[in-house]
């Protein structure tokens, strides 16, 4: 009997086990066996550009970015080698690594070919000139290209430090100048009543709480939170800035239908 179940057992279990032709996943595994499989090198590139093919419909683009990293550049045509680069350059921009996007785009050759990709990146990266003349180089209708111009009127301005620092110490002027005019409210509350209570207890001739105290609350609303951490915030709030911008600028070429994501070779 135990012979018997032994038999109908096994084509079960190898029917379970059969890859399932539409999965990127699995065809990404067969792609690899080829890779270790073959002795040809030109074989192995075409099999890693084809697994990271697979890896890509998945949505797994660092692990795409990381199969491509395998191929032996200096093996490869300079036609495919750009092919390479400019896919490297489109998994890096799905993953948010915008400044490796630009640097594989410039990099392979093809950047004059694909304007509107070229300016996305570019706007990221705060290259705002240079991107509108490649935004303008995508489109062909003057509607588009007056949106276009409109949009980059609105380019965003590089906050600095040193402003910030010196529109703090009139609460809510730092926070507004960062585009956080409620948090900037609050801490102008926050700090009149710091020194509401600094100036009772003085007032009332306990100096020692006054001064005490109403420093170490000054101490916290007005030198942390407030000008410590607008000067902190200058990065971030650039970084926002900017990528709020890239993503209209995105939608807009979208919508003009200038950006395409596939690969011109």
């Known amino acids: 009997m135990s012979i018997i179940c032994i038999f109908l057992f096994v084509p079960f279990s190898v029917n379970g086990q059969e890859a399932d032709p539409d999965d990127p996943l699995e065809e990404a595994l067969r792609w690899e066996r080829v890779v270790y499989s073959s002795d040809d090198p030109v074989i192995a590139q075409d099999a890693l550009v084809s697994k990271a093919a697979c890896l890509s419909g998945a949505g797994l683009y660092d692990e795409a970015i ?3 990293d395998r191929i032996r550049m200096y093996l490869l045509s300079p036609e495919k080698a750009s092919e390479i680069l400019y896919l490297k350059s489109l998994y890096s921009k799905e993953v948010g690594d915008y400044g490796a996007a630009l640097g594989f785009l410039e990099e392979s050759g093809l950047a004059g070919d694909n304007p509107a990709f070229y300016s996305v990146l570019l706007a990221a ?3 705002f000139p240079e991107s509108h003349d490649q935004a303008l180089k995508a489109i062909s209708s003057q509607s588009g290209k007056a949106a276009v111009d409109s949009l980059f009127r609105k380019v965003p301005r590089i906050k600095k430090e040193g402003t910030a620092a010196a529109l703090s110490f009139i609460p809510p002027a730092g926070h507004i100048y960062l585009g956080r005019p409620w948090e900037g409210l609050l801490s102008m509350f926050l700090n009149i009543g710091a020194a509401g209570f600094t100036v009772f207890e003085i007032v009332g001739h306990d100096w020692v709480t006054g001064l005490l105290g109403g420093g170490l609350l000054l101490n916290e609303t007005f030198l942390k939170g407030n000008i410590t951490k607008n000067i902190a915030s200058v990065e971030e709030a650039n970084e926002l800035s900017v990528k709020r911008f890239t ?14 994501p596939e690969n011109p070779n």
């Open 66 to 68: 990381r199969t491509l």
């Open 125 to 127: 990266s705060g290259r």
């Open 247 to 260: 993503e209209n600028l995105e939608n807009l070429l979208h919508s003009l239908e200038s950006l395409s």
